[in-house]
């Protein structure tokens, strides 16, 4: 380095042109300011990022394996040929639908009830890590067991018509359905057309036809006819009781017997979704499926009401888990549906949620079955962190134009500086200084301006983030989802601004210090 580190400390801390000071000073805070900002962004964003990726994760399973159907009873041969891929640690089957759930007056709709498996669901979820109260010691029942599929008439029909035929290959559902179409129309066919030889039978029968019309009279004329007035008692303006409670007899509430509420399945709620129904441990919750229409062969289906006892409340710290989200038993949750033994689908923890993808397209292969699909977390939450990742790319750029405008101080200083010391730079080349020489010389100073702002910005981003995290600066959970805002102290989020903006800071040198490097000794000592 030799004198041109010397040289450029002396023009740094020049005194002599109180001016050039100043100008330093300000494109020092001005590098300072830029770092400091875009430090404490790209923290305040990486830390929603882990945030929403954790609350996310604690509650869902790293891979999912769905069907393409809502009858899904072969899930436990599924399990039984993914649960030796390389990287998974657990696996569990669930069921996920929407609710509603009521606690005495209060009501909540659009409640998401997962039944899962109590042995097999902590090894793939962190739900036991977020219950705050309670236990989920008694989730499942003492001698609970699947529901079984009810019987269905017509599926049991076309089961039976869909049997072997003579070639020995299955009956399509189609073939067989009209092969009954076209049986019944035979039935009904005349099996002699009608002539002259068939009026004998037709007039024999013709007597009992007439004879069913004059019984039905007969019985009508034999029924007692209504004397007196018709008009109730109350007349007809009688208005009906404003109470229509039904008896305890006719109408029993499992919810107001203790004894019966202590026999109830288990639910486990989030603690926002409590404080909303006003419920507590031990407390009669009702689960009622919102599902109405036209179920297939057995007509129409009204709702099925269920109720549970709250053995337990977590916390996920997610808003949208917590206020929406309730778990139970996987059979309980079967129940509610006519399908059986049947789930929504398969959920999965991986060792390292990185190879989340990897692994779910090697499922894929193993399954090789249209009717199966995969997702990872970061398909089902593609949106989420889409909108995290641009939102941080965006803040950091707007932001990373403050370093940006703090480097275009430097050039002004820099070039202050060349001005201010023209005759300087002339006596150096006089003495014999090459041209590089000079150039270091300014290229020296303006990366002490960048280091000196980009470690003074780097501290106070440093103490701006440490004071967030002290304070636990609180956000409304209805809008943010999380309650405080996160911060992420990452070494990451400090060596990037600051390598940026020395980077910033040396190229924005570039130009004085070529103009200093040409600059000839007669043109700076013309003037004197």
């Known amino acids: 380095m030799g004198y041109a580190v010397t040289v450029a400390l002396r023009y740094l801390a020049s005194k002599k042109r109180n001016m050039v000071s100043t100008s330093t000073a300000l494109a020092v805070g001005g590098v300072t300011l830029g770092v400091a900002a875009l430090t404490v962004v790209m923290s305040v964003t990486g830390g929603f990022q882990e945030q929403f990726r954790e609350k996310v994760l604690g509650v869902n ?23 030796n891929v390389p990287g998974i640690v657990g696996i569990a089957p669930f069921v996920i639908n929407p609710m509603m759930v009521t606690h005495g007056e209060h009501t909540a709709t659009g409640v998401l009830l997962k039944g899962v498996d109590p042995d097999l669901m902590p090894g793939v979820l962190d739900l036991p890590k977020h219950v705050i109260r309670g236990s989920l010691a008694g989730l499942r029942s003492p001698g609970a067991k699947p529901p079984e599929r009810p019987y269905d008439s017509l599926r049991d029909q076309l089961d039976r018509r869909t049997g072997e035929d003579p070639d020995g290959g299955t009956e399509s559902l189609l073939h067989a359905m009209q092969r009954e179409v076209d049986e019944g129309m035979r039935a009904h066919e005349p099996r002699e057309p009608i002539g002259p030889g068939r009026a004998d039978d037709l007039s024999a029968a013709a007597p009992h036809a007439r004879a069913a019309p004059t019984a039905a009279r007969a019985r009508a004329a034999a029924a007692p006819a209504i004397v ?11 208005r009906l009781p404003d109470d229509d409670d039904l008896p305890a007899f006719v109408d029993p509430d499992p919810c107001k017997s203790p004894a019966q509420v202590a026999g109830l399945p288990g639910i486990v709620v989030g603690r926002t979704l ?25 007509g129409a289906r009204s709702p099925i009401a269920k109720q549970f006892r709250v053995i337990a409340v977590f916390e996920a710290g997610f808003d949208q888990y917590d206020s929406k989200l309730v778990y139970t038993d996987l059979y309980e949750a079967q129940a509610f549906y006519e399908y059986g033994d049947s789930v929504t689908g ?7 949620i990185d190879r989340a993808h990897t692994i779910a397209r090697q499922i ?30 965006g803040m950091s750029l707007v932001l990373g134009l403050i370093i940006v405008v703090a480097a275009c101080t430097v050039v002004a200083t820099l070039i202050m500086v060349v001005l201010d010391k023209k005759k300087e730079i002339a006596l150096l080349k006089a003495l014999g200084a090459k041209d590089d020489a000079v150039l270091r010389i300014f290229i020296y100073q303006g990366g002490m301006i960048g280091l000196l702002g980009t470690t003074a910005g780097i501290l ?5 983030c440490r004071f967030l995290l002290a304070y636990s600066f609180p956000l409304d959970p209805k809008v943010y989802f999380i309650s405080s805002l996160p911060v992420s102290m990452h070494p990451f989020e400090f060596a990037l601004p600051a390598l940026f903006a020395v980077l910033i800071c040396l190229v924005a040198t570039v130009f004085p210090a070529m103009y200093a490097a040409k600059l000839r000794p007669a043109d700076g000592l013309r003037a004197e």
Request: glycine share 10%.
């Open 61 to 83: 399973a790293h891979v999912l394996v769905l069907k393409y159907s809502i009858d899904f009873r072969e899930y436990r041969d599924v399990m039984k040929k993914i649960e």
């Open 228 to 238: 007196g007035a018709v008009t109730p008692d109350g007349g007809y303006k009688s």
């Open 346 to 352: 398969l959920e999965m923890k991986v060792k390292d």
């Open 274 to 298: 409590a404080r909303q129904l006003g419920a507590d441990l031990g407390d009669c919750l009702q689960v009622t499926s919102p599902q109405i229409g036209i179920s297939f062969g057995s």
């Open 364 to 393: 894929d292969a193993i399954l090789d079955n249209g009717i199966y699909h995969t997702m990872d977390w970061r398909e089902l939450n593609h949106g989420l962190f889409m909108a995290l990742l641009i939102q941080k790319i």
């Open 460 to 464: 106070v981003g440093w103490l701006c």
